[in-house]
């Protein structure tokens, strides 16, 4: 079965500061793997995925297959980047059906 | 273009009794997931609806149900609710299966007593 580990509950780290959320997954296919960003008293929100590989509000991160991660990175720490991350992975069953596994969430907190 | 929307957004129920949860996808998708989360599991997917039919389904037992209408809403139904089922719900849609993204609802927050 499908696993995704984000072992940080609670990251603080100080304005300016780079971030780092770590994320690891476990998936015998061909993952797909997301980052997702819950503000305060905000919806769930997609931040970025890795097959886009792109930079979002700073932010960017890259699948590597040979340690299964997905960290998430941003060079200079923002206040309004506190929030809830939460790293996801699509898998597929039979038939093209999919659904997302989530990680438990790394709190941010930014410290002006 | 309207977001998912959930209804009720909050709803208090006492243990034994049965709830349902609506969902209305984002216009034009059909594809209809719902979620539970909850401090100590976080989110762990309930099931998916993709064109009126279940495609997929979570590690709940079948006190949990759902189903999707013609026009894509969606509805989730609890039965015997447990205490341990106090949690929010959350509804995502996409356009359909496969690489598409998710855009969730707000969710439904659910206590039971």
């Known amino acids: 079965a499908q696993r995704v580990t984000q072992p940080e509950k609670l990251l603080s780290v100080f304005k300016g500061a780079p971030v780092e959320l770590k994320c690891n997954y476990s998936?015998?296919?061909?993952?797909?793997l997301f980052w997702y960003v819950q503000y305060s008293r905000q919806r769930l929100q997609l931040l970025l995925r890795?097959?886009s590989r792109e930079s979002i509000k700073g932010f960017t991160a890259d699948l590597n297959k040979g340690e299964t991660s997905f960290h998430l990175k941003k060079p200079f720490a923002q206040e309004e980047d506190s929030a809830m991350y939460y790293c996801?992975?699509?898998?597929?069953?039979?038939?093209?059906?999919?659904?997302?596994?989530f990680g438990k969430g790394t709190h941010l907190i930014i410290q002006p | 273009k309207a977001g998912v929307t959930q209804t009720p957004r909050y709803l208090i129920k006492t243990r034994g009794q049965q709830v349902t949860l609506s969902c209305s996808p984002i216009?034009?998708?059909?594809?209809v997931s719902w979620y539970q989360q909850t401090p100590g599991q976080g989110l762990q997917f309930l099931f998916e609806?993709?064109?009126?039919?279940?495609?997929n389904k979570g590690n709940f037992p079948g006190r949990f149900s759902g189903r999707q209408f013609s026009n894509s809403r969606s509805e989730m139904n609890v039965s015997t609710l447990e205490l341990g089922d106090s949690a929010l719900y959350l509804c995502a849609s996409s356009l359909g299966e496969g690489p598409y993204e998710q855009y969730f609802g707000p969710g439904t927050r659910l206590t039971v007593t």
């Open positions: 998936y015998s296919g061909s993952p797909e």
């Open positions: 996801a992975l699509r898998w597929y069953s039979g038939g093209g059906a999919d659904g997302l596994t």
């Open positions: 890795h097959i």
């Open positions: 609806y993709f064109s009126e039919t279940q495609r």
């Open positions: 216009s034009g998708h059909r594809s």
